[in-house]
C-alpha cells in the first residue's frame, strides 16, 4: 500500500538511534553567555547542588527526610530548588540564605499549583468538561498570577497522562482519555502557566508530567508498572507531551511507572533520545518525589549511588528528595562512571531558567509583599472560579424538563452532608486553598433562593455514610421540589486513591430512592473526581448534575445551574461505565475481526453485562435542544496536502438559549495498521437563541488525518475515511470520502 511519511511529524524509534553521545542543551543569546560564565565558576560541589531539590516539610507532597541542615546546604550553594514553600514572607528568607553562597545563585521555588492557588478552580478532569480551551488557558494564568504573588517561580502541571481506567485515582488530575482533545489541553493550560515570557511576573514555570504513561498503570492502581507496546505508547501516551514540547513548556517530571521493564527516571530511551534528542526539548526535567531512589525497590540498580548514576546518565537532570545526587554524583564522576559533561549539561539546564525566570537580575523580584495582597482570592479570580465551575457542569439527565428552577418561587429540600461540606468543595491536590473560604451548595443555595426557601438536611453521614432517613423525608415533606447531594468524598479520588469499585455508596444510591417516594421532583448533585456507577439511583432522579469539585466558587456555580442563570453545557471527558467489570473502557476502541454485537454470543461482549456505557464520551445535555445536521463534504475526493473541508447545520429548537459542543470524529477504514472505530478530530462550541441556525466548519490535514505505522513513523495513507459528526461520540451522522 502506498503511504505518505511526514518527516517532521515522526517520531524517534523506542529503541533507537540517538547517539550514545550527549544532546546538549541549546541555549540561544542573550542567555548562553551568561550560563556559561556562571557554570564557569562552578566547583563539581556547587554543580551538583544546583540539580538538589528539597522540600520545605511544612507541606510535604510525599515520604519527609528528616534534615536539620538544610538551611546550612543552601548557604553553601549546595541546594539548587525547595519545593512546598509558599508566602512571600517564606520565600524571601530562604532566598536571603542562597544570597549568602559563594556564587549567590538563587533558589527555584516550586509548588504543586493543579486546579488552582489559594483561589481553587474545578479539578483538571472537571474543568476538562468545559471543552473550553480559553477557559483552561485563563485559569492557568490565574493560578499563575497567584502563585507568582506568594513567590513560587514553578508549578509541577499540568498532568498530561491519558486515562482510560477510572480506578486510577488521578484521573481527576488531567484531561481524560482523548489524545488529541488532552494534546489541545496541555498546550492551553501550558501557555496559561507560562505566558509569552518567563520574564513576566505574573507567571511561573510549567511543568509536563509524569513522563511517560503513567495512566496507563495495569488494573487503574497508582504507581503500578505499565505494560505497553511502542506503537500504543506513541500513539497514545505521548502525543500529549510533544503538544507541551511545542507549547514551550520550560520542564519535564518523569513518571514512577517503569515502561519496556526499564523505570521512568532511568530511562535513557524517552528522556535522551527522544525528549532531548528527536524532540529537541531545552527544558530542564525533574524526577518525582523520590523516583530516583526508588528504582532500588523497582529492582533496577543495587544502591541509591546506581540509583544517581542510572538517573542522571538517562537524563533526569533535577533530583527531588532522594538525596541521591548530592551524595553520590561527585563520587561517580570522580571514579569515571559519570562524565561531568553530564552534569554540566543538567545544571545548564537549570541555570537557563533562572536566568529567564529574571531571578540573577532580582532574586527577590517575587517577593512583593503589596502585589500578594492584592492578588490572593481577589475579586477578579473568584469570579474566574464561578465561570469555570459552571462551564464544568455535565446534565446527565433532564426528564420532563425538571431543570431549571426559573422563577422557582417554592421551597427547596437540599439534602446531603456534601452539600454542605466546605473541605470537599475544595477537591483534592488543592493544597493551598482554604477551606472556610469555599463556598458550600448550602450556601450557594441560600444566596440565590433565599435562606426561608431552603430546608437543610444532612440524609447520610458524612464519616460513615449512614443514613439520616427520617430527617430527609421531613425536609422532602415540606418541600415543592428536593435537591440531593451525593457522590464520592473528596479524597476518595487523587493520587494514591485508586478503588477497584467506583460505585458511589449504596446508602446514597437508597437515599435517592427513598426520596423519589415523597411525589417531589428529584433532582440530584452527583459529586466526584472519576467516572462513577450509580445505576441503583439513576431511574429515581428526575435529573441528574454532575458538579465534580468545582473549587473556591462551587455553590455559587451550582446555584447558578440550578436555577437556570447558565445553561449547562458540559461534555463528558471519560467514558462512565455501567458496570466496573467493563473498565478500561473508552469511546476510540478497535474492532476486532468479531465486533461487539448484541446478538452474537461469540462476539467481543460480555455473557452477564452490556458492553455499552452507561454515558458515553463526550455526552452531555443542555436545557434546550439542538439539531445537528448531516455533514456535508466540500467534493467526496481530496488530494493529500489539501485541507478537507466539512461543514454541518446546528440549530437551537428548544426554549432556553444554549451552547453545544459540535463534536467531530474520523475514522480511516482500511489502513496498514488497524485504526480505532472513531477518533475525535474537532470540536466547535456554538451558542444560539432559541430558534437560531449556524453553520460549523472543520477542516481536516495531515495532522487528523495521520497515524504512527507499524516502524512507528507517521504517515497518511490513502484511501476511504468516514467523518461523523454529532453532540457526543455515541450519536453521530456520517459521511465518507476519498484520500488520493
Known sequence: MKRWICPLMALALWGCSAPEGLTEVSIGEPYAAKVDSVLRLMTLDEKIGQLNQYTGNFQATGPVVDDTTKIDQIKRGMVGSMLNIKGVANTRELQEYAMQSRLKIPLLFGLDVIHGMRTIYPIPLGEAASFDLDLMRRTAAGAAREAAAQGVHWTFAPMMDVSRDARWGRVMEGSGEDTWYGSLVAQARVKGFQGDDLADVETVMACAKHFAAYGACIAGKDYNAVDISDLTLHEVYLPPFKAAVDAGVASFMNSFNEINGIPSTGNRHIQRDLLKGAWGFNGLTVSDWGSIGEMIAHGFVPDLKGAAEAAILAGCDMDMESRAYVSNLKALVEEGKVPERYIDDAVRRVLLKKFQLGLFDDPFRYCDLEREARTVLCDSLRALSREAGRKSIVLLKNENNALPLAGFRGRIALIGSLAASKIDMRGFWANEGVIDEMVTVREGFERRFGARSVIYADGYDLETNEL??????????????????????????????????????????QLVRELKRSGKRVIVLLMGGRPMIFNEMAPAADAILLTWWLGTEAGNAIADVVAGDYNPSGKLPMTFPAHVGQIPIYYNYKSTGRPESKDRGYSCCYQDIDFEPAYPFGYGLSYTTFEIGEPVLAKQTWKRGEDVEVTVRVKNTGRYAGRET????????????????????????????????????????????????????????????????GPDSKRVKSAEFELL
Open 468 to 509: 439520616k432517613l427520617p430527617e430527609a423525608m421531613r425536609a422532602a415533606a415540606q418541600a415543592d421540589v428536593v435537591v440531593v447531594a451525593v457522590g464520592e468524598r473528596y479524597f476518595n479520588s487523587g493520587e494514591a486513591k485508586s478503588r477497584a469499585d467506583i460505585n458511589i455508596p449504596a446508602t446514597h444510591q
Open 662 to 725: 459540535v463534536q467531530l470524529y474520523v475514522r480511516d477504514l482500511v489502513a496498514s495498521v488497524t485504526r480505532p472505530v472513531k477518533e475525535l478530530r474537532g470540536f466547535r462550541q456554538v451558542y444560539l437563541e432559541p430558534g437560531e441556525e449556524t453553520e460549523v466548519r472543520f477542516t481536516l490535514g495531515d495532522a487528523e488525518l495521520g497515524f504512527h505505522n507499524a516502524a512507528l513513523e507517521y504517515v497518511v495513507e490513502p484511501g476511504t475515511f468516514r467523518v461523523m459528526v
